[in-house]
């Protein structure tokens, strides 16, 4: 491998992870925080890139479509938290799983019935068109680096939040104390609503911003719900850096054994997960 | 869950069905059982195969001796492990006379493991699985589709003809990536080609941007897919972003380009596939089916209708020529084997293994439709080597 094509590969593997880390800041921060195991995480990334297909088919434009899909999809996420999450938060993860098992199978549905089996595609929008020369035959297109850097923008905008304000204090305390958040007179209630809501945003957001360089297919949502899983664990559940950090280290293991040992590639990352877990069986940064 | 929803689902469509179909004054009923996915990642050629089969019924039921058909449709889900339970429900429980399915290579092999060297008739609409009308042969197995040599094979001697020596093969390590790759391999190398690197990815990965970048180091003359569905939609796009397109051509089986140009937009213009249809193919039949087609369910038909529709076209004329007698099954092979069906993709025989022996044609994208620019092969014949009928 050239030194030329090695860069290129390191930078697809840093564009594929910073996708992973976006899909998977959204589990774990519901998973850490909230104690829900949320299977149907996967399927608002489905959610998210159907609606942009469909917002971007009727209206043409691309930011009115991302800013309508957004919405809907926020809606969607404090519906779902007050109807149905809510009665879960003391039982156990069994019947989480159960319940969002079948929200997986809904979704699935709906998106049958209404958006039909073909595989759809949303173009590039015009601006981010065309790619930057890489080598002498081949460009790096403008839109992965778009792409790449809106998921850097959340990933600063998520530690700080979390971090530095207010809110990422109530959600940190409620993490590690809810009884006491809620006697110090914080409205419990609301703040996890938020994060449900917030957390299964980022998920849409990646399903949104993902659209136009991946294909709209049924089942899509449940293709990146593992590697996500294996992410969230790796990272150590509930923390953001770690979910950084090993979505990365999962994008660049897997763009390089793809190119390696294209055979080994679908395995690597869970040898990777049982490697990190035999050193630190609570993932990287754990708390 | 999922598995009851689907039998209550098949259940009443079948129910449904039955009462459509059941107008004629039965004297006899002829069973059908249809395997195909009708949920999941393969729904989509699944449910379009249906609807070329239920047209071909349709069209024939005025005239079927008054015989009753009755259809019992199950979802295969695309899952190979359900496959033996389904097709044995069907032979055992429903005692049909023919089986429709599937559309997943993987569920026809655990079809056929049930199905084989017994007396129902089985019909394959698409799965291309080498073995089917291979080493699994079976004089009760038909295939209306294609056996995955077919669409492939021409292509070796359309890139050599081309001028293309180094070329770069890439598709998934399953059954139809890999028997796709080595048929084109076959007529590539046969004719002094040389393949610079064959890449096998795990079955459905999409993260192709890798190899895409990979393709560009190593700048072959041409590269040589098979991808279908989503992943044919993400490649294609993906090697047009990456500025491949125009620069290094893009070849590949027919299935890159079928029911995913709407979703490829301007990044399939110019891609070089052959198969054994095409929408735009000019055959009388072709036009009229395609009208019917639309008139019924409102939208054009796909190369999954086609071969539905096939299926049916099969089973209505043997049901003809045998006055709709079906209780003698060696009968029932006897006709079908001599069967010329004339098929919207141009008429076709079975070859002694139970494949067509058709046309496969060049196809390029120009405009958003794939345009037939010449015949690649004419009547090609699977080779359908360890098949002993």
Redesign the interface.
């Known amino acids: 491998m050239?030194t030329?094509?090695f860069i290129?590969?390191v930078l697809?593997?840093i564009?594929?992870g910073l996708l992973l880390f976006l899909i998977a800041s959204g589990l774990t921060l519901v998973l850490g925080v909230m104690g829900i195991l949320n299977l149907a995480h996967g399927s608002m990334y489905m959610v998210g890139a159907y609606l942009m297909w469909y917002f971007v088919t009727v209206t043409g434009s691309f930011t009115v479509s991302a800013a309508l899909s957004v919405t809907i999809v926020l809606s969607l996420g404090i519906l779902i938290e007050r109807v149905l999450i809510q009665r879960f938060y003391n039982r156990n993860h069994l019947d989480q799983v159960l319940l969002t098992i079948?929200m997986i199978?809904v979704f699935?549905?709906l998106q049958?019935i209404l958006f039909?089996?073909?595989?759809?595609?949303v173009?590039?929008p015009d601006a981010l068109d065309g790619?930057i020369?890489?080598?002498n035959?081949?460009?790096?297109?403008v839109?992965?680096i778009f792409v790449a850097v809106i998921c850097v923008g959340i990933a600063g905008l998520l530690y700080f939040v979390i971090g530095r304000t207010r809110l990422g204090m109530m959600i940190r305390a409620g993490e590690s104390n809810r009884e006491m958040v809620e006697a110090l007179g914080v409205n419990i209630k609301s703040l996890y609503t938020i994060v449900f809501a917030f957390g299964v945003m980022l998920a849409a957001i990646a399903g949104i911003i993902a659209s136009?360089?991946?294909?709209?297919?049924?089942?899509?949502g449940e293709?990146v719900l593992i590697t996500c899983f294996v992410v969230v664990v790796i990272g150590g559940m509930g923390s953001i850096k770690g979910a950084f950090i090993a979505a990365l280290l999962v994008g660049l293991i897997?763009?390089?054994f793809?190119?390696l040992m294209?055979?080994m590639?679908?395995?690597i990352i869970y040898i990777f997960m049982i490697l990190v877990l035999l050193i630190k069986p609570q993932g990287l940064f754990a708390k | 869950?999922?598995k009851c929803?689907t039998y209550f689902a098949a259940l009443a469509l079948g129910f449904f069905l039955s009462l459509s179909s059941s107008i004629a004054f039965a004297s006899s009923v002829i069973k059908i059982g249809v395997m195909q996915p009708l949920?999941?990642?393969y729904?989509?050629p699944g449910?379009s195969g249906l609807n070329g089969l239920l047209l071909a019924l349709k069209e024939y039921e005025t005239n079927a001796h008054q015989n009753e058909i009755d259809l019992i449709i199950l979802d295969t889900e695309a899952k190979p492990a359900r496959a033996p339970e389904l097709a044995t429900s069907l032979l055992e429980q429903n005692k049909v006379d023919f089986v429709v399915g599937p559309a997943h290579s993987g569920v026809a092999m655990g079809m056929i493991n049930v199905l084989r060297e017994k007396d129902t008739v089985m019909i394959i609409p698409n799965a291309g699985a080498a073995a089917a009308t291979g080493p699994l042969c079976s004089p009760n197995i038909f295939r209306t589709s294609f056996s995955s040599w077919q669409p492939s094979y021409p292509m070796g001697k359309v890139a050599l003809q081309k001028g293309y020596r180094d070329v770069y093969l890439i598709s998934w390590?399953y059954g139809m990536g890999r028997e796709s790759l080595e048929a084109f391999e076959e007529s590539f190398k046969a004719g002094g080609g040389n393949v610079v690197k064959k890449?096998?990815?795990?079955f459905?990965?999409?993260?192709f941007?890798?190899?895409?970048?990979?393709i560009?180091?190593q700048?072959p003359d041409a590269v040589f897919v098979f991808f279908a569905?989503?992943?044919?939609?993400?490649f294609v796009?993906?090697y047009d972003?990456?500025?491949?397109r125009g620069?290094?051509p893009l070849l590949g089986s027919g299935f890159l380009t079928e029911?995913?140009l709407?979703?490829?937009?301007?990044a399939a213009e110019g891609v070089i596939t052959t198969l054994h249809y095409a929408e735009q193919l000019e055959v009388q039949k072709n036009l009229e089916f395609r009208e019917a087609f639309h008139n019924e369910y409102g939208h054009y038909p796909d190369i999954y209708a086609v071969q539905g529709y096939d299926a049916g076209q099969a089973i209505i004329i043997t049901l003809n020529e045998l006055k709709g007698d079906v209780s003698d099954k060696r009968a029932v092979i006897d006709v079908m084997e001599k069967l010329t069906i004339d098929s919207p993709r141009g008429a076709f025989t079975f070859s002694r293994a139970h494949n067509p022996v058709q046309n496969i044609y060049l196809r390029e994208v120009i405009d958003g439709a794939n345009v037939v620019t010449g015949i690649a092969a004419e009547a090609l014949e699977d080779p359908a080597r360890g098949c002993k009928l």
């Open positions: 050239t030329e094509l290129v590969q697809n593997g564009q594929y079948g199978f699935n549905s049958s039909g089996n073909d595989p759809y595609g173009s590039v790619g020369p890489l080598t035959n081949s460009t790096y297109p839109y992965r136009p360089v991946s294909s709209i297919v049924p089942g899509m293709s897997s763009t390089f793809s190119i294209p055979s590639a679908n395995m | 869950m999922s929803a949920t999941g990642v729904a989509g449910q390590n890449v096998l990815l795990p459905p990965s999409t993260n941007q890798p190899h895409i970048s990979d560009a180091a700048d569905g989503g992943g044919a939609t993400k796009k993906d972003a990456s500025g491949l620069n290094i029911g995913t709407e979703a490829q937009g301007e």
